[in-house]
């Protein structure tokens, strides 16, 4: 599997602002011992970047349940209960009586998780504000010292926590690294099945980010996801490749396409799952960042390989209108 996909180490950071008022403070001490834990990992320091992984995750509980406790308090007062459940009607109310440190919770909060993530409902806020004790980035970080030692059920174990609250990411996007994680150390762990079902629901995930990427201009951005999800398609499609073949072994893009070709059901599988979309969308992606050699490369690939007619004359057209230019 390492073989066709390029795997990246999930990065972590969350936004802090230090604010003082009357007794909360905004402490970046989580994200710095994230930080410093991932050094310690590249350093293969694992036992300490465990004991920093697991002291972040005892900093981010800890204040998590002090936001919780003193927003829960102020609630409490008569002219706040009077106000209602509507946010905005809530943070004007405490505004109005100098709760500052209160209205400084809920601005953090505000600036990953906006009020209609909430409904513009307090309690929901409020709800998800106990919920959000969970630490996805490290429990993700945790299982990658796991999988690096060798130790696949219990990095299986972290990484699904992690998958299990990707709600409370502070970098959405990163819920593509966890399930693609999951995909992988399933394959250590040999379970075919599991690993095809992770690989299936992160390639969906891709195509449609990629497309969004796309339709925004935001190529960049485009690229990444849609390089990773191009690998993953190359992993799956060599995956079900060998159940029928076992001696199969990925040699080249093009031989696998036209292995591919060759197997109905492989066929329908690929189609079904836009596998052949997010190719095009790479090269298309390629021409637009002017990497034209790559991109008219993959273009010719697919143009004579590709075994759908309606997908290979696509590619055929824009391999052309590359060599023209």
Known sequence: MKKHITVFLLSIFSIVSPVCGQGIFFSSGPWHLLEQGKIAYEKREFGEAIRLFEKARRVHKSQVLQYYNYLFSALKSYEVRAAGDLIANVYETLKKRQ???????????????????????????????????????????????????????????????????????????????IIYSLSHVCSLLGQTDNKEK???????????????YITAGEYDRAYRTALLGANIAVTYLSDVTQKIDFTYVYTDFSDLLERVGRDTNILKVAEAKKIWRIFLQFAYILHKKDLNMQAADLYGKLAEHCPIAAYAREAEFWVSKIQQQ
């Open 198 to 212: 992770y690989l299936l629901l992160t390639l969906r995930a891709y195509i449609e980010l990629t497309q969004l």
């Open 99 to 177: 709760d500052d440190d209160a209205c400084a919770i809920l601005d953090k909060i505000f600036l990953t998780r906006p009020p209609e993530f909430f409904d513009k409902s307090i309690k929901n806020l409020m709800e998800w504000l106990k919920k959000s004790e969970a630490y996805p980035e490290c429990d993700y970080l945790i299982g990658k010292v796991y999988e690096l030692q060798g130790e696949y059920r219990q990095a299986f174990t972290l990484y699904y926590a992690a998958w299990d609250a990707r709600d409370f990411l502070y970098i959405p996007d990163n819920r593509f690294e």
